[in-house]
């Protein structure tokens, strides 16, 4: 009796917490997030060059390359993503990148966070070098929708790289208000700081609502923006972070529980670990009362 109390109790826990996409890229993507160089409308359609893309123990390195999104171009190289399920809740998409400007010059450097459909459909927010003041750093968000390119109206600090060229970045949707909030942390003591033109209406950002309603692509992109010189520039990633009210038992936050995810929690079964996306009650094991949670919640959205 004893025993099923306590099920009971984890499986109430567990269906009153969010299930998190979290990657820490250590020494590699986690295969079980199903990461894909794919861009719809871009040349190439699988944009990974090997030479250009590493990994350090905790950490995703991306050589900036010539290529971009921008308007009808089409052509940037190495955006990694994820494919996320229309997105519920309070939702939170958040990375932190440091970018080295190297020898480049005479562009907009950049490299950040992206929510896609496709080439012509997207919305990112980035930490950029400013070539009309010396190559400072700040932070600023762009959008397209068909194919047409503008500014997001979003904008922050103007800052010296040798100060930091670090920065935490955060989009937040609060399903209360309809406004998507984004912060940045330049790592300067301060922590999360709003950008100036934030918070704004999701409808604001078409390709951003489009994700957030119908699902698509959240990746991560480094973009030279125009310029160029050796050495490249390089973005090095920390991690990426979803964060959805996805079904705790939707192990793989594909927005339903099936045998995918009893797959995973069978995979896994006996780890000991925190943070284990098929421990779903977080008791720091991934056993059987797990796989009974998937079996209770199969189907479910
Ligand atoms: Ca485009
Ligand atoms: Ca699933
Ligand atoms: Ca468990």
Same mark, same amino acid.
Do not use: K
């Given at each position: ?19 998190? &996409? ?17 861009? #719809? ?19 995703? $390195? ?29 939702? %939170?998409?958040?990375?932190?990148? *440091?970018?080295?400007?190297? /020898? ?5 450097? =950049? ?13 990112? &927010? ?6 009309? $003041? ?10 397209? =929708? ?25 989009? *937040? ?5 309809? *406004? ?25 950002? #078409?390709?951003? $609502? ?6 698509? =692509? ?21 991690? &990426?972070?979803? &964060? ?19 797959? $995973? %929690? ?32 199969? /189907?479910?959205?």
């Amino acid at each position: 009796m004893r025993g099923v109390v306590g099920l009971l109790l984890a499986w109430t826990v567990a269906v009153l917490s969010a299930q998190p &996409l979290m990657d820490d890229f250590f020494g590699g993507f986690d295969s079980q997030h199903g990461w894909s160089w794919g861009v #719809p409308r871009n040349a190439p359609a699988n944009t990974h060059d090997p030479a250009r893309v590493g990994f350090t123990a905790e950490h995703l $390195q991306i050589t900036a390359q010539a290529g971009t999104l921008y308007q009808g171009v089409n052509s940037i190289r190495n955006l990694p993503s994820v494919s996320v399920p229309a997105l519920r809740g309070v939702w %939170v998409l958040e990375t932190r990148v *440091r970018l080295t400007r190297g /020898g480049a010059s005479g562009g907009y450097i =950049q490299a950040g966070l992206v929510a896609f459909r496709d080439a012509d459909n997207y919305f990112n &927010l980035h930490l950029v070098y400013l070539p009309d $003041q010396n190559y400072a750093l700040s932070v600023s968000g762009g959008h397209e =929708q068909a194919g047409v390119y503008g500014w997001a109206g979003l904008s922050g600090a103007v800052w010296s790289p040798s100060a930091g060229d670090t920065v935490r970045l955060m989009v *937040r949707y609060e399903p209360d208000t309809g *406004r998507v909030r984004v912060f940045y942390d330049r790592e300067d003591g301060m922590h999360w700081r709003e950008f100036t033109g934030s918070p704004r209406p999701l409808s604001d950002f #078409p390709a951003l $609502q489009a994700v957030a309603q119908s699902g698509g =692509q959240i990746g991560l992109y480094v973009d030279l923006g125009g310029g160029g010189g050796s050495p490249a520039p390089v973005a090095t990633f920390d991690y &990426l972070h979803i &964060l959805s009210d996805y079904h705790p038992a939707d192990v793989n936050c594909d927005g339903i529980v099936d045998d995918a995810d009893l797959l $995973q %929690v069978l995979f896994a079964f006996g780890v000991q670990r925190c943070n284990h996306p098929a421990d779903i009650n977080g008791d720091g094991t991934v056993d059987d009362a797990d796989l009974l949670q998937v079996l209770f919640s199969f /189907g479910a959205r």
